[in-house]
């Protein structure tokens, strides 16, 4: 079972980041292994798309379940066609998440946001 | 003769200048280029006799020809597309219909299909023929609905153009200015007007179109905008008072040449200023 | 931090003005302006000292090098946005370019290449107590919707705490509107009793709908049209949407707005109606 969380920083005791798609790096943590891997979000500079290519990221490696404060439509129709389940954060704490999400007290991320695409007006 | 109408934010009265004068003249097209608000319509009431929708390409995949190789998700700048579960998803309205994905697909798995974005309708209007687009929406992009408004069957050279554009100096301004052969920049008296009518007059003078101001909502105070124009040597075309009567008949609608002599005066001589303006200039600067 | 936004649909409405006085009035400790092709914000925020400023890069655009062009066409041939002229040599028209790299990709030489490009610039005036966020996008620039993101971003990350952040937004229902929209707590929409001002009212709120956040709606200039105004009214209530008040025309506003000042700092008859628009929008969002 792994996990993915957008993280400020390369180290667990960072800050779990508002964005899911602009997020410079997300944890890939294996809850059964407990082995954490950070990964650079590539899609954090994009001008538009962000959180489609973000997602993409996520998918290629292979994790099962997103934890994220908030998450635009696009990034969620990925994940969802991928199944993915998406889990809305309660604190900043990468710690306090995980342990959450272990303990089955976070819930489903139902609140998605229409994307901001990033285009031309 | 194209003259295009612009200010640097809404509300300055861009559009009550556009309706005016159009309605003024003996016969003229009005284009309504702010596609994210079409209002010219709401004055003129016309009859609409024709509508067309507006449509971009969008990419379609044929999946028993696709094997995967993701050229096309690495290749899109926009972040369209994704490779799911060894499915291409496509985002329609992320995608900006530049057929790359198109062009680098090894298979040919990839297709395009018209996806509509928008409508424009054409109507009339006592002299004027009035093409309005509206973009649909949560639809991010309206240039090409612009490109369409100005396409070249609804300009008719020997014919009065207004062209009503969008507020601001983003691309879509550009796209509505480019085939301008004239361009009235229409400001208020404040700060802000000063401010946004800066704006416009950097992109008209990039453009190095003829260009002259209305000064819109004048009273007896300061005007900065206007100081604004001695300063930089800038064409005053006209001035329009500020009058709650005009602000009345214009918030409901009204065509205010078609109701008040005087306003239809100050218009009618707007209008030849401006028609001098460009004659001048085509002679001037052919 | 809670976080309101102000929208209109329409230009020109009083959105800016009714931001500055909500800024006084609430003593907001973060602001932020999300008009960035027009802002206008600064010209009366009362801060004196320059801004710190960062280029902010948009999409790549192509370049062409005309050592290593063969003209054979191909660029101009293969762009779907007339982005590529001819005349002598081939050229890039950087206000037509998308970016999106077709040009590269065709040119058998290797003659195109993307290069970042400056879109605008990120503003941050900030002092021991408060922030406020601004940008500018250059002429004739895309992309405003990412920029109006790091505006907000900005804002949230420069922040020196406060109760309220007042978030000016941009006009219309495009992208950047979509961007300021995002994970604010309340939106005010400032309606103008016009046909115009009302059919953008109504698209506005279209717009605002689809995200999870309550929505709240004004009229400025409320006397100029009464009957438009009831109009207004009727339409909230029909939407269920929070009205909270009537803002009277008010001709001395240009006057106080060219001398740097907010409305709340002079005596005028438009004070006291946008203090009651504040405390009942204030009220809601901290219901």
Known sequence: ?????????????SSVNPSFGRAP???????????????????????????????QIIVDNKVNAVLSLQLGENAAAVL?????????????????????????????????????????? | MKIAILSGKGGTGKTLVSVNLAAVSEKATYIDCDVEEANGHLFFKPQWVQEESIAVKIPEVDEGLCDGCRKCVDFCKFNALAYILNKLKIFEEICHSCGGCLLV??????????????????????????????????EPSGVPIINRLLSKNHLLENKLTIIDCPPGSACVVMESIKDADYCILVAEPTLFGVHNLNMVYQLVKLFEKPFGVVLNKCTEDDNPAEKFCYENN????????FDSKLGTLNSNGEIIVNIDEKYKEIFSSLLDTVIKEVRYETVANP | ????????????????????????????????????DAPNLHLISGWNEHPIRKDYYGLQKAKIDERLCIYCGQCQENCRFEAITYNDKYEIN??????????????????????????????????????????QLKMGSGNSGLLVTEVKKQMKSETKGGEVAIID????IGCPVIASLSGVDMVLIVAEPTVSGISDMERIIKTASGFNTRIAVCINKYDINVENSNKIEELCKKQSLDFVGKIPFDSQVAKILNSGRTIIDVDCISRSAVKEVYRKTINILFE
């Open chain 1, 25 to 55: 790096y997300f944890l890939i943590y294996d809850v059964n292994t407990k082995e954490s891997t950070f990964i650079e979000n590539t899609a954090a500079t994009s001008t538009g798309g962000a959180g489609i290519k973000a997602a």
């Open chain 1, 1 to 13: 079972m792994k996990i993915a969380i957008p993280v400020e920083n390369k180290t667990l005791d």
């Open chain 1, 80 to 121: 969802k066609d991928a199944n993915i389940k998406i889990y809305k954060t309660t604190d900043v704490s990468i710690k306090g998440n995980i342990e959450a999400f272990i303990n089955e007290r976070l819930s489903f991320l139902d609140e998605i946001h229409a994307g901001f695409h990033g285009r031309r007006r």
């Open chain 2, 234 to 241: 800038i064409k005053i075309l006209g001035k329009i008072p």
């Open chain 3, 169 to 172: 937004g941009s006009p219309g």
């Open chain 2, 105 to 138: 697909c090894p298979q040919k798995a990839l297709t395009e299909k018209d996806k509509v974005i928008g409508i424009i309708k054409k109507g009339i209007s006592n002299n004027v023929t009035i093409y309005s687009g509206l973009l649909n929406t949560g």
């Open chain 3, 1 to 36: 931090m809670k976080q309101l936004l102000i929208l209109s649909g329409k230009g020109g409405t009083g959105k800016t003005t009714i931001a500055s006085a909500f800024i006084k009035l609430a003593e907001a400790k973060a602001y932020a302006d999300c008009d960035v």
């Open chain 3, 94 to 135: 950087p206000y037509a370019c998308e970016g999106c790299s077709v040009c590269e990709f065709v040119c058998p030489t290797k003659a195109i290449t993307m290069m970042p490009d400056i879109a605008g610039e990120l503003m941050l005036y900030s002092d021991k107590e408060k922030v406020f966020s601004t940008a």
